[in-house]
Structure formats: structure tokens, C-alpha cells
């Protein structure tokens, strides 16, 4: 498809169990970005990508999380040991470079930890 | 602070109505963004104003930034159904990596 895609779309785990969640960008984006959308704090950058490499990971709450990009486009976002804390729509982005850029966004996978 | 408060958080009108939506901060912006969010989707981008004083229009939806740039308006004439979502202003972050940082949201509902 032409736009970002995430996956799964809705995930419920136990707390305390580690979920990875996953995003195509847009083919030839560079910048890719993961959000995070709550009731209680809205929409919260989390960390970017400028191709494999993650200068900007100041959003990431905790140690629990983290991310990866291979290849210049699939991400990973893990979070480890997950809290009810964690439960959250994650929003994924790609922009064709870094910087003041539209960004696209993907449906999000919304996280449910019991 | 450089956050975006919007207002107001929840806005539920009669279809045919006029609205605002108002995005504000006590910082100076470079550019602000407005979009738009239904539910079960990401946000999509309406606008982007970067001078001050700067109006623009998308059919009904007319967008305008303030004359110093620290506050921006969203205006709807004549509200339909099918403008019902969340709208969130955003501003780019510090660094020039692109990040953004949002304002709450305004969740608006407009009954046919």
C-alpha cells in the first residue's frame, strides 16, 4: 500500500509480559517517528529516526522501552515488562526527511495491558 | 513554556453551526500545524501556517495565525457531520529532527 502501516492493530497482553510492535513507513521516507496517544496525556513523541540511526529517543518514558529500524525502513518499538501505564494507542510516522516535513501517520496499534 | 493548550477539549454542535477552536502558547513559533484525527486512524495534516498574520482556507475551514505567532485559530462555518473528529495543533520540536509536539485536542461532535 502507498501509506504507513502498523501491526498488529490491537494488542492485549498481561501485565509484566514484553510486546513488539511493528511499522512500515512510506517507501523512500527517511524520518520515522513513534507517538504514543493517551486519554490522559495526549499525543507524546517518543523517539526518531533519520534512517537506521535514532538521534532523538528523548520521549522514550522509561528503560522498558525501545525501538530499532532495519534497512532504512521497518521499525520495531518494544516495551518490556509492561505496566497498565503502557496502555496506549502507539502511533508510528514517516516524513521523506527529517525536519519541518508532513508527516504521514499509520493507524496506530492500540495497546491494552490487563 | 513552549506547550500548546487548545480550547476548548470537547465541543458538541447542531449541524449548520460556526465554531472556533483556538491553539495558544506564550512561546514564539517558526510554523504551527493543524490536524485532523477520526477514530481508528492517524492524524492527517489540514494546514500549516508560518507567517504572522496568515490566513488560510480549506472550504469551510479557515485557519489563521496570530500576527506574533504564539497563538492560532481554527474556524468551521456551517459545521457538518462529517467534521466530526479530534483536532490537534501541533508545533515542531527543538533540534530540527522533525519531532512534534501536540497540543491536547478538541474533540468535536456535530449532530445532523
Known amino acids: 500500500g502507498a501509506g504507513v502501516s502498523q501491526s498488529p492493530s490491537n494488542k492485549v497482553t498481561e501485565k509484566g509480559k514484553d510486546v513488539e510492535l511493528r511499522c512500515d513507513p512510506i517507501s523512500g521516507h527517511t524520518a520515522l517517528y513513534w507517538y504514543r496517544q493517551s486519554l490522559g496525556q495526549g499525543l507524546e513523541f517518543l523517539i526518531y529516526?533519520?534512517?537506521?540511526?535514532?538521534?532523538?529517543k528523548s520521549g522514550l518514558p522509561s528503560d522498558r522501552f525501545s525501538a530499532e529500524r532495519t534497512g532504512g525502513s521497518v521499525s520495531t518499538l518494544t516495551i518490556q515488562r509492561t505496566q497498565q501505564e503502557d496502555s496506549a494507542v502507539y502511533l508510528c510516522a514517516s516524513s521523506f526527511s527529517s525536519g519541518p516535513n508532513e508527516q504521514f501517520f499509520g493507524p496506530g496499534t492500540r495497546l491494552t495491558v490487563l | 513554556t513552549q506547550l500548546l493548550e487548545q480550547s476548548p477539549q470537547f465541543l458538541s454542535i447542531q449541524e449548520g453551526e460556526n465554531l472556533t477552536v483556538y491553539c495558544n502558547s506564550s512561546s514564539v513559533f517558526s510554523s504551527l500545524q493543524w490536524y485532523r484525527q477520526e477514530p481508528g486512524e492517524g492524524p492527517v495534516l489540514l494546514v500549516t501556517v508560518v507567517t504572522g498574520g496568515e490566513v488560510k482556507k480549506l472550504k469551510r475551514l479557515t485557519f489563521q495565525f496570530g500576527d506574533a505567532r504564539k497563538d492560532s485559530s481554527l474556524h468551521i462555518t456551517a459545521a457538518q457531520p462529517g467534521d466530526t473528529g479530534l483536532y490537534l495543533c501541533?508545533?515542531?520540536?527543538?533540534?530540527?529532527?522533525?519531532?512534534?509536539?501536540f497540543g491536547q485536542g478538541t474533540t468535536l461532535q456535530v449532530k445532523p
Open positions: 501541533a508545533r515542531h520540536g527543538s533540534g530540527n529532527t522533525g519531532k512534534l509536539i
Open positions: 529516526f533519520q534512517g537506521n540511526s535514532a538521534p532523538d
